[in-house]
């Protein structure tokens, strides 16, 4: 075991770490310099102040404390079932997606023709009235594989052990992980009074306390900018550029792939249709960005890797495929379209969706909170739906893989989404869709199949979500 003084030390490596090479470690670094000469920072009390001014602020959600001897692969994911379900996961969908360029006849990336890059160039702000390359296409992953590879989850120590309750066994999620409860998960929001906002312009803590009560529509764009430590500078812009220009020199099979989730979800959406060419620009340039690899060095998956030539099965020339690492699935596209609503600047909306998208917790724990909150303060009608063959998660699964994304009115999403970077938690989620349940838990009890429960669920774009979570915060503290 770590001493306090040991384990404040690894949290704050692996902190500096996951900084390196942000503009918001850059700022850091440039403060820390300013600091040392002021007569007030005094280098042998240093440390105790920091572990204080975390304390004070509430800012103490540190990564856990791993040895640093440990295995990398021990302290991203220390179970060894789930390190073994995330290795088979990511080569089903390599598999799924080498299986697809063999059958199309298409390779996994191709140097575009000239005529091409100039046409691409062209068109860039107008790729909406394009086709995809080839609508055989499809996502080796939707949402019911995920669920099925969520389900079929085992702890294989907790097979026979006697401490299983009953109610354990109800949900589809069957492994022990330690999720919150409501008065754990959404605490009472830190109130600012709104002139205050121009006293907090450079100052990302307090924009975050400032965002769990909601943001005002003018403001939201530049707080959730600030949370996010994503900036307008020339550095960014050039980033972005040159993802641009890698997209249109090259052609990848993953761009099929975008189109093909692009036409099949926010193209038919009502709220999102319009912004269809700001999405092929960002998830386009998204697919080509390798500084997202720096993410998988504190995320439980790994990049996947393969043979862009055809030296197949040669480690030589394997490479991480695509160049970001990230394989698209169904919906990933409805992450990025609320936030068109915020900036037009294709830049800005980049940098905010990366940043967003890499902050997104593991989907295991949200299911498990969803089920054990409904288990909880719900248990007949848990049970009720379980009975009739309509598991309560079955019906959920897409709110939570979204963050309710394309099922909530627009004005409400960015509402919960407040939430969700004020607590810089997705835990709100689940208790959303438990929220969900509960509002429709009379006609829910009377429902006698999946299809009737769906259905009493098909439409929650009237749902006003503070209202919702309010009555159920409050009738689960009676």
């Not at 055989?136 to 992953?141: I, V």
């Not at 970001?324 to 037009?344: K, Q, R």
């Amino acid at each position: 075991m770590l001493d306090e003084s040991a384990e404040l030390s690894v949290s704050i490596t692996q902190i500096v770490q996951r900084l390196k090479g942000t503009h918001l470690h850059s700022q850091l670094e440039k403060q820390a310099k300013e600091c040392l000469h002021k007569p007030e920072i005094k280098l042998e009390t240093l440390k105790d102040d920091v572990r204080r001014l975390l304390k004070a602020s509430g800012m103490t959600c540190l990564p856990p404390p791993r040895h640093p001897r440990a295995p990398p692969e021990h302290t991203k994911e220390p179970l060894a079932y789930m390190r073994k379900a995330q290795v088979n996961w990511e080569k089903r969908i390599l598999k799924s997606l080498n299986s697809m360029c063999t059958e199309l006849g298409i390779p996994l990336a191709r140097k575009r023709p000239v005529p091409e890059q100039n046409e691409l160039t062209n068109k860039w702000n107008e790729m909406g009235t394009d086709e995809p390359g080839n609508i055989e296409t499809q996502s080796p992953c939707f949402h019911s594989d995920m669920l099925k590879v969520l389900v079929g989850l085992k702890n294989p120590n907790n097979e026979r052990s006697e401490d299983l309750t009953v109610r354990s066994h109800w949900g589809l999620i069957q492994v022990s992980l330690n999720v919150r409860d409501i008065p754990q998960t959404v605490s009472p929001p830190f109130f600012i009074s709104l002139p205050s906002i121009f006293l907090i312009e450079h100052d990302s803590a307090a924009a975050q306390q400032y965002s769990r009560q909601g943001c005002p529509t003018g403001l939201r764009a530049q707080l959730w900018s600030l949370i996010l430590n994503t900036t307008d500078d020339p550095e960014a812009i050039t980033h972005y550029e040159q993802l641009k220009a890698r997209v249109i020199h090259h052609d990848l099979l993953v761009d099929n792939l975008i189109y093909k989730d692009v036409k099949l979800t926010a193209s038919n959406d009502d709220y999102y249709f319009v912004f269809e060419d700001y999405l092929y620009q960002v998830l386009l340039c998204f697919s080509r960005d390798t500084a997202v690899l720096e993410h998988f060095n504190y995320n439980c998956a790994t990049p996947p890797k393969s043979c862009i030539q055809s030296k197949s099965g040669s480690e030589q020339c394997a490479v991480v495929y695509p160049p970001n690492g990230v394989i698209p699935f169904h919906g990933f596209s409805m992450y990025v379209a609320p936030l068109c609503f915020l900036y037009n600047e294709p830049s800005k909306l980049y940098s905010v969706f990366r940043e967003i998208l890499l902050r997104m917790m593991g989907i295991v724990s949200l299911c498990l909170q969803f089920e054990r909150l409904l288990q909880t303060h719900l248990p007949q009608l848990f049970y009720h739906l379980r009975e009739i063959g309509a598991q309560p998660l079955r019906i959920a699964f897409k709110w939570i893989v979204r963050a309710f994304s394309g099922y909530l009115s627009t004005d409400q999403l960015l509402l919960l989404w407040d939430r969700i970077l004020g607590y810089d938690s997705l835990e709100i989620v689940a208790v959303l869709a438990a929220a969900v349940f509960a509002f429709r838990a009379e006609n829910l009890m009377e429902v006698t199949s999946l299809a009737s429960a769906e259905a009493v669920l098909a439409d929650l774009s009237t749902l006003k979500v503070m209202p919702l979570l309010q009555i159920f915060l409050f009738a689960t503290s009676v």
